[in-house]
C-alpha cells in the first residue's frame, strides 16, 4: 500500500511538511497546496517558497495545480519541471465558491466538454514540448466524484481514461458535500473498476481500522490518500503498518518542533500560536478527557499562554 499526504491549503505547507516527515516517516508522497496558474503567468511569493526545491529538499513532495486554462497549466508545468519536479497534480475537487464560480477546482467538473478539451490541450502541449515530453513529466490529478450528483463520473471517467494520466487519486464525495456526510464508496468502486489507470482512494480514513475495511472491499486497491487524520494522528501512517501510536512525549516534541519551524517564516508571534491552534482544532480529538486544558489552548492569546496550556495537556 502506497501511502500519500492530502494537500491541505493553510496546514501542509513546507514548515509542516519538514517537521512531519522528520518526526513520522513513512510516507509516500505529501501532496502539496495547490497554487494558482493564471493569466500573469506569475505566482505569489508564498507559492513560489512552497516549492522551492530548497524548502523540500529530502521530502517527496509533489506540487499541485489550479487552473482551468490549458496554456496556464503548462506554463506551471514548465516553471515546475525547471525545480526539478517530475510530477504534477492537477486539482479538481477545491469546492470554495470563490473557485467553483470561475469553473475552476471542482467546478470544472461541472462542464466535462471544456474539462476534455482542457486535457487535449494539455496533453498535446506536453508531447509537442520536447523539454517536457523528454523529462517525462506526469500528469496526476485529484477529483471528486461529480459537482452535484454522483452519476456525472461516469462521463468524467470516460474522459480521464481517454489522456495518460499518470495516477488518478479520487476524494469520494461530490463538490455539494464538501467535506462532509459519508464519502460515496459505491461510487468509488465504479470509478475504480472503470479507470485505466492507477487509482488513488481518498477520504475519512481516520484510523487503522478504516484502512481494513477499505481493503477488504477493495482488495486491489494499492494506494491511499489521508489528510484530516494525520493531522489529528501524525502516526497513523506508522500504526496502518503496523506500527506504534505516538507517546505523548512523541506527540509534544513534534509540536514543539512545529512551533519552532513556524516561528522562522511567521514574524508575528501570535500567528504562530494561530497556526498551531489550527492544528489543535484536529488534535483535540485524541484528547476527550482534556476538554479544559483544550479551552486553554483555543483561547491562549500569547505564546507563553499557549505553552502553558499544551503542557497542562501533555504531562511528560
Ligand atoms: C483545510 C483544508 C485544506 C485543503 N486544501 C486542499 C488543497 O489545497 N488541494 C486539494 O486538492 N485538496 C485540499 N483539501 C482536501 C484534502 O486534500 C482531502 O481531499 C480532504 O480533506 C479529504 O480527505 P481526508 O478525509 O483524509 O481529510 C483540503 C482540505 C481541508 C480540510
Redesign the pocket.
Known amino acids: 500500500m502506497e501511502f500519500l499526504f492530502?494537500?491541505?491549503?493553510?496546514?501542509t505547507k513546507y514548515p509542516f511538511r519538514r517537521v512531519h516527515h522528520t518526526f513520522f516517516p513513512g510516507m509516500d508522497a505529501y501532496?502539496m497546496?495547490?497554487i494558482v496558474a493564471n493569466q500573469t503567468m506569475s505566482y505569489k511569493k508564498k507559492e513560489l517558497q512552497d516549492i522551492d526545491p530548497a524548502n523540500n529538499a529530502g521530502i517527496p513532495a509533489i506540487p499541485?495545480v489550479l487552473t482551468n486554462k490549458p496554456d496556464q497549466f503548462l506554463h506551471a508545468v514548465r516553471m515546475l519541471a525547471e525545480r526539478g519536479y517530475r510530477e504534477v497534480n492537477f486539482?479538481l475537487?477545491?469546492p470554495m465558491a470563490t473557485e467553483v464560480s470561475k469553473k475552476k477546482g471542482a467546478g470544472f467538473l461541472s462542464v466535462p466538454d471544456e474539462l476534455d478539451r482542457f486535457f487535449d490541450s494539455v496533453f498535446n502541449g506536453i508531447a509537442a514540448d520536447s523539454g517536457l515530453s523528454g523529462a517525462q513529466i506526469r500528469i496526476s490529478v485529484?477529483t471528486r466524484i461529480g459537482m452535484e450528483d454522483a452519476a456525472e463520473s461516469v462521463r468524467l471517467m470516460e474522459i480521464f481514461n481517454r489522456y495518460p494520466v499518470s495516477r488518478l487519486i479520487i476524494?469520494a464525495r461530490r463538490r455539494s458535500d464538501f467535506?462532509k456526510g459519508v464519502p460515496d464508496r459505491d461510487t468509488f468502486g465504479t470509478m475504480l473498476a472503470a479507470s485505466c489507470h492507477p487509482v488513488s482512494y481518498?477520504?475519512?480514513?481516520f484510523q487503522p481500522e478504516d484502512l481494513r475495511q477499505l481493503q477488504d472491499r477493495f482488495p486491489e486497491l494499492d494506494s491511499v490518500?489521508?489528510?484530516?487524520?494525520l493531522i489529528r494522528n501524525p502516526a497513523l501512517v506508522r500504526e496502518m503498518k503496523g506500527g506504534e501510536p505516538f507517546s505523548e512525549k512523541e506527540l509534544a516534541d513534534y509540536l514543539a518542533a512545529l512551533f519552532e519551524a513556524y516561528r522562522e517564516v511567521i514574524r508575528e508571534e501570535n500567528n504562530v500560536v494561530h497556526k498551531m491552534k489550527e492544528l489543535w482544532f484536529y488534535l483535540g480529538d485524541n484528547f476527550p478527557d482534556g476538554k479544559k486544558q483544550l479551552k486553554k489552548i483555543r483561547k491562549a492569546g500569547s505564546t507563553a499562554e499557549y505553552l502553558a496550556a499544551v503542557s497542562e495537556l501533555l504531562v511528560i
Open positions: 492530502a494537500p491541505m491549503e493553510g496546514i501532496y497546496p495547490f499541485q486539482n475537487g477545491c485529484k476524494h467535506y481518498n477520504g475519512d480514513l490518500m489521508l489528510g484530516r487524520g
